[in-house]
């Protein structure tokens, strides 16, 4: 490795144990892997038991940003790698990382651009076109806002830049893992916006359901994905919707 500090590779896992032997072997560059699970009912146990280098740990799940916390207290090295089970590191990604020299870098934080798979498709537009997500960084100037349940915020004291390789993103594989994975982050927002106070009309079981729809498919040019992108609006709406349902029956 070029860059003279060491990098620990950290992930959160619940049922993961289909997503797991690729990704540990794709980030066996790493100098520690570190696991975080959330006690989960599949293979997953012993799958990581199949991997020796694997330092792992089970935690009762609260929300992602108390997780991922909790998974950065974890790591030995200051720079840490932290990637999700449907992710994986290209080869010309990995070179990059590798010859950034961390030690010497003024960034704090390296944010990288992804390039969304959905059920093996390829996915260009719907929203996705500009996606940007922390995964790279020193975890003595980042931590997770506790605030934010669900699409966890790294809040970040210093300059960050955007590497140039694109991370690949498997997201799903199918449109009902997709659905119960926005099902989850309905439930979570819907606690967030519990503790806010909103009392939920019709402006946000209609009219905030369309204008997602409205924007994936035809602003962020869903349309461009085929039927594809006309699945992904569509979920993507549902959710919005679903958030308020939950809301209410919070509230009851």
Do not use: C
Not at 111 to 134: A, C, L, N, P
Not at 190 to 197: D, G, M, Q, T
Not at 238 to 250: F, T
């Amino acid at each position: 490795m070029d860059s003279k500090e060491r990098i620990s590779a950290l992930l959160i896992t619940k049922n993961e144990g289909e997503n797991l032997p690729p990704l540990l072997k794709n980030i066996e560059f790493a100098d520690e892997i570190i696991v975080v699970d959330s006690f989960s009912s599949d293979q997953t146990v012993e799958v990581i038991k199949q991997f020796p280098k694997v330092k792992f740990y089970q935690k009762e799940f609260k929300n992602f940003s108390d997780q991922r916390n909790f998974a950065l207290g974890k790591a030995n090295n200051n720079w840490v790698l932290f990637i999700d089970a449907d992710e994986r590191i290209s080869e010309k990604l990995k070179f990059e990382i590798l010859t950034t020299d961390l030690s010497k870098t003024e960034f704090v934080a390296f944010k990288m651009k992804r390039q969304m798979y959905f059920d093996e498709q390829k996915i260009r537009f719907s929203g996705f076109q500009t996606d940007k997500v922390y995964r790279l960084f020193n975890k003595n100037f980042v931590y997770f806002d506790k605030k934010t349940l669900v699409h966890e915020k790294l809040i970040v004291s210093g300059k960050y830049a955007v590497l140039k390789e694109k991370l690949d993103h498997y997201s799903y594989r199918d449109k009902d893992s997709y659905q119960n994975k926005l099902d989850q982050y309905a439930q979570l927002r819907a606690k967030e916006l519990l503790a806010k106070n909103l009392h939920p009309n019709i402006f946000h079981f209609y009219l905030k359901p369309l204008y997602r729809f409205l924007n994936h498919y035809f602003i962020r040019l869903g349309f461009l994905d085929g039927t594809m992108g006309l699945t992904l609006a569509r979920l993507h709406a549902q959710s919005v919707k679903k958030r308020y349902v939950y809301l209410k029956q919070l509230m009851k």
